[in-house]
């Protein structure tokens, strides 16, 4: 008899018997951290792996949920169901006014083929990614033919986000950020694909000519080592060029084999495991109760930091930390 | 006897006695994540904390660089010695190319009164905050006035890395973001002084107004409890404003009371001690030889990512990660 555990197997039950209550729930348990969730995946992971699962991220302003809302669409008139995760890791404070435009979207989504679901910063920003990828296997299992996972704004957080997809899009338009920006801002080594959005205003067609030649630079300065990434100019406004994205999509899929795909989760589960395990540690190490209640006294002692964490993981429980319990 | 020891409390020493190779092999070795930097840090510990640190980051374009250039030469004027460490999470192939203008700038540099040195992404983004801390605390405990703690672009990891600052200048300029695209990326939140960079160029003017409206928006939305922060127009270009940014700058510092300062650099410790802990452990489960080697085997039979960190915490060493030893 335990409860939390016939709580979290029920759930995994309905989710596969497709309930959106239990799509609700479950993302809600990864989101919330909550204790319940480890056994619910258990239950449904065999169910996981379907989904074909894309990032998009790119800095504010370039058009990321518009073009989203444009691939929802496209993606719905071939017959796919789409689940999309809009992730904002920025801050506790913006986030809620943030993601207003994303709440009002999920509202006035009628179709049942589509599920929007918007996450903020609740769990930390290494908490976030760990839950975002919980949330995309809830997702994948529910059934969606594809998934979209979008972050508002660039940093690595965000970069951890996409990443864990299995194609990521980065989104960029005139002004908002030409190829040496977003050079800088490392966006070039997270993208699969280049999106040139808004390609009916001014400077598109440079800003295309910027990409390709920052693509090429690498490609130089790597010795040809550096993977092929299209740049593709679209309106998600007008619509021009979406046909042609969702063919690269479609492409970048298929070129990549059944082994090549198993082997890019792989690898990207094995991050997953270590934020579950960096989630656990910390928790157990400065969570209520922990040893890192007395990392501020030990300080005021004027140890260094490195002291004072000698002195925490000395403490930490013999077994390493447990799983936790349901609170 | 300990060599290491040895090595690590001579470096301490001829760190106290300003000697620059010293300095310089001390924030390697905290780069490079070498064993001994924890001694040494205990040698020049008391030595710690006279230096008011600035950080300075914003959006790629903002002209962050025109701006600690021109801060070095108005506080060399004032007679303040200045240490700067300009660091790049973005990415480890980025980082090299990117760098190369900071990397000219400190070749340039034959002033003793001022020390540049650039970091980039080696010691993994969670470690580039750790190692710009211990970094910072090397240049501190030489005996630098002021230290500028600069970030190539904006994102958590850059945040985490300014935000352990005294004080943080957020560098903004007309087109590069405005008002509300700052308070998307969460640029607002990390902001102690707002600064309204090339202020001779069309809609510096706006964007001045932009962030004014940003804040106060802020402040009402959290009924008058949020920091004051300023907005300061400067042209580092032609000089403009640069007297009245720096008057703001000690304004801020004499505002803050000793007591207030204490509390602050304690708290900003505690981070520090969380990330050498989570780097620790870290390094103990998924280092060379550690438990994390069977973590794609375990994967491989249809584990969740949760049991396999199971596993792995269950086999964390009994007395904790001990402190790593010379490799």
Redesign the interface.
């Known amino acids: 008899m335990d409860p939390a555990k016939d709580q979290a197997d029920e759930l995994a039950r309905r989710l596969a018997a497709g309930e959106r209550g239990a799509l609700a729930r479950l993302i809600s348990w990864a989101e919330n951290k909550d204790p319940r ?2 056994a619910a ?2 239950g449904f ?2 169910r996981v792996g379907r989904a074909w699962r894309l990032g998009i991220t790119g ?3 370039a058009g990321k949920s518009s073009l989203v809302s444009a691939l929802i669409e496209k993606l719905r008139e071939s017959g796919q169901t789409v689940g999309v995760l809009a992730i904002d ?3 506790p ?2 986030g809620g ?2 993601l207003g435009d994303r709440i009002r979207m999920e509202e006035r989504t009628t179709d049942p083929g589509v599920y929007i679901r918007s996450m903020a910063t609740r769990a930390g ?1 290494g908490g976030l990614a760990r839950a975002a ?1 919980d949330a995309a296997d809830v997702m994948d299992a529910f059934g969606f033919d594809t998934l979209l996972i979008e972050t ?7 970069y951890e986000i996409v990443g864990a997809a299995d194609l990521v899009l980065v989104v960029l338009c005139p ?1 908002a950020g030409d190829g ?2 977003a ?4 966006l ?2 997270v993208a699969d694909v280049l999106v040139a959005n808004k390609s009916d205003q001014p400077g598109n067609e440079q800003l295309v000519l910027d990409l390709e030649d920052a693509l090429k630079l ?1 490609s130089l ?2 010795r040809g080592q550096a993977k092929e990434v299209p740049v593709v100019p679209v309106s998600a406004h007008s619509g021009a060029g979406l046909d042609t994205l969702v063919q690269v999509i479609a492409a970048a899929r298929s070129a990549r084999g059944q082994g090549e795909l198993t082997l890019l989760r ?1 690898e990207k ?2 991050r ?3 934020r ?3 989630e ?3 928790d157990a ?2 969570g209520p109760g922990g040893p ?1 209640e007395r ?2 006294d030990l ?2 002692q ?1 140890r ?7 002195q ?5 429980p ?6 936790p319990t349901t609170p």
Chains 1, 2 share one sequence.
């Open positions: 969730f480890a995946l258990a992971y065999p800095p504010p302003g890791p920025s801050s404070y913006s006014a943030l920003s990828v508002v704004g660039v940093g690595q957080t965000e002004g040496i920006q050079m800088k801002a490392g070039l080594e690498r300065s790597r792989q589960r094995l997953q495991v270590r579950i395990v960096r656990r540690l910390e190490l400065f890192g990392a501020a300080l005021g004027s260094t930091p490195y002291d004072v964490a000698d925490l993981l000395g403490a930490l013999r077994s390493g930390p447990a799983t």
